[in-house]
């Protein structure tokens, strides 16, 4: 009979917050694969829980992932964990989760941590959509793609990024979306906890010389959203998305969203505009 895969969400810092439920699967399955089985450790002796673990993360998932299918495929029972927070969610967990489904493995989720979440509902930005990018990439021109994408979006938009790599991620999406309001969570659940509100220039000049924690970071697109873009002209509306760095297709596409026209339409308006100034 086969065992079954428990993705069991562990605290993003303070301690009391592991669930019952957690705390029971953890003592009960057979095998724990951590993140970083040192971490891990730490948490189950503070649960005082003994319990064979292994290795799995971003670096070994493709190895350790049939290894770990195999064991559950002979009747062990395993839960998979990460340093802090939900397995999956900027993680590792979401590749082992998705060869199980192929093998008929029968996964549960336990329910705990998760930063994003908490950091939204602390941010007073708009809940009822949000966009989630994770971790932005460390290669420039995917970054910058990513950064395009997120210009798109017409809803509180969500990231993570690490200390060290904050103020420059910072300035990369104000040269890019200008200076528009921002939330800026640090350490969340832990002694250290600051939640950060203002434009982006403001939270860089409030932010402390040496940074420590993770960051979630919120951008609100509201402002966009608000802006009347009847009352300026279309060359206008052109040149403001055009100095911020976007090519002529996703210009047009953003025009016309933001002023709910057909792309067609808009297209053909700078195609004429193009002829009365080039006759043949």
Not at 10 to 25: F, K
Not at 136 to 163: D, F, G, R
Not at 185 to 204: A, D, F, M
Not at 232 to 252: A, T
Request: hydrophobic share 35%.
């Amino acid at each position: 009979m086969k065992g079954k895969i428990y993705l069991v969400a562990t605290p993003i810092g303070n301690l009391e917050d592991i669930t019952l439920r957690a705390i029971r699967v953890l003592q009960e399955v057979d095998l724990i694969a951590a993140e970083d089985t040192r971490h891990t450790l730490k948490l189950l002796n503070h649960l005082n829980i003994k319990k064979p673990m292994i290795s799995y993360h971003r670096h070994n998932e493709e190895v350790k992932t049939e290894e770990l299918l195999a064991q559950v495929k002979e009747g062990k029972n395993i839960a998979i964990v990460t340093d802090a927070g939900t397995p999956g969610i900027s993680d590792p967990g979401e590749e082992i989760v998705k060869e199980a489904i192929l093998q008929g493995i029968e996964i549960i989720p336990i329910p705990g941590a998760c930063a994003l979440i908490n950091a939204l509902i602390v941010s007073g930005l708009d809940t009822k959509e949000f966009s989630f990018f994770g971790f932005l990439s460390i290669h420039t021109k995917i970054k910058q793609k990513q950064i395009e994408k997120i210009q798109q979006e017409n809803k509180t938009v969500i990231l993570y990024e690490a200390p060290h790599k904050l103020r420059k991620t910072l300035k990369s999406l104000q040269d890019r979306l200008g200076d528009i309001s921002i939330v800026a969570v640090k350490e969340l659940t832990k002694i250290h906890e600051k939640v950060y509100r203002g434009k982006i220039s403001q939270v860089l000049e409030e932010l402390e010389e040496e940074l420590k924690g993770e960051f979630v970071i919120l951008l609100s697109k509201q402002e966009k959203e608000e802006r009347d873009w009847n009352t300026i002209s279309l060359e206008e509306h052109y040149s403001y998305y055009q100095e911020k760095g976007m090519e002529k297709k996703e210009i047009i596409k953003q025009i016309a969203k933001d002023r709910k026209q057909s792309k067609n339409e808009i297209y053909q308006y700078f195609i004429e505009k193009e002829i009365g100034r080039n006759p043949s």
